[in-house]
């Protein structure tokens, strides 16, 4: 006869996985922001020039000289 936690312990675990998962994702839906940042993130430019102004932007505020 198997014991009470040899069937408890995985289905509690599989339940809570499922749960927080559940929980993420209301989050992400009720929330406009996140689902905008994403959008957003996931664009890629849509032309070889649009690529080279924000890699020149990226660089001159990575490497811009120090402010006094």
Same mark, same amino acid.
């Given at each position: 006869m198997p014991h009470f936690l040899d069937w408890f312990v995985p289905?509690? %675990?599989v339940i809570s996985v499922l749960i927080l998962v559940g929980f993420g994702?209301?989050?992400y839906y009720f929330e406009p922001g996140l689902q905008e940042?994403? $959008?957003w993130?996931?664009?890629r430019p849509l032309?070889?020039?649009d %690529?080279? $102004?924000t890699l020149m932007v990226r660089d001159n %505020?990575?490497?811009g000289g120090?402010?006094?």
């Amino acid at each position: 006869m198997p014991h009470f936690l040899d069937w408890f312990v995985p289905v509690y %675990l599989v339940i809570s996985v499922l749960i927080l998962v559940g929980f993420g994702a209301c989050i992400y839906y009720f929330e406009p922001g996140l689902q905008e940042a994403h $959008k957003w993130r996931m664009q890629r430019p849509l032309v070889d020039r649009d %690529l080279r $102004k924000t890699l020149m932007v990226r660089d001159n %505020l990575a490497f811009g000289g120090p402010e006094v």
